[in-house]
C-alpha cells in the first residue's frame, strides 16, 4: 500500500499562487507516476497533470497550460503542483495519485492510477 497525503489548498483571490503538496509514504515512490486530478462542485473529478516516474515526462489539461506547473522530489518521496494566475473556474477539490508504471508519459486517465490522497479544496474568489 501506498499512502498519499496533500496539503498546501486553501482560499485564495483570482490571480493568486498556490503551491500544493503530496507526500507519499509505504512504496517505492522512484517507482510511480503522479498525478494530480481535482473535483469541483458539481462535476466529476478530471485531469489536471501528471509526471512521470523519472521526471523526464509531464502532461497538462489545456486550461491549466502556462498557469500550472507539476514537480517531482525523488528524494522527498513528494510530488508537487504549483498553481499561478489562478482563477475562480480553479476552485475544486485537488487529489494527487500514483500511477505504478514505468511510462515516459504519464497517464491522464484515472483508471490508470493505483493510489488516491484524501484531496485538499482550493477556493479561489473572484
Known amino acids: 500500500q501506498m499512502q498519499l497525503v496533500e496539503s498546501g489548498g486553501g482560499l485564495v483571490q483570482a490571480g493568486d499562487s498556490l503551491r500544493l503538496s503530496c507526500v507519499t509514504s509505504g512504496r517505492n515512490f522512484r517507482s510511480f507516476a503522479m498525478g494530480w486530478f481535482r473535483q469541483a462542485p458539481g462535476k466529476e473529478r478530471e485531469f489536471v497533470a501528471a509526471i512521470s516516474w523519472s521526471g523526464g515526462g509531464t502532461r497538462y489539461t489545456d486550461s491549466v497550460k502556462g498557469r500550472f506547473t507539476i514537480s517531482r522530489d525523488n528524494n522527498k518521496n513528494t510530488a508537487f503542483l504549483q498553481m499561478n494566475s489562478l482563477k475562480p473556474e480553479d476552485t475544486a477539490v485537488y487529489y494527487c495519485?500514483?500511477?505504478?508504471?514505468?511510462?515516459?508519459?504519464?497517464?491522464?486517465?484515472?483508471?490508470?492510477?493505483?493510489?488516491w490522497g484524501q484531496g485538499t479544496e482550493v477556493t479561489v474568489s473572484s
Open positions: 495519485a500514483a500511477d505504478y508504471r514505468l511510462n515516459q508519459i504519464p497517464s491522464a486517465s484515472q483508471d490508470d492510477y493505483d493510489y
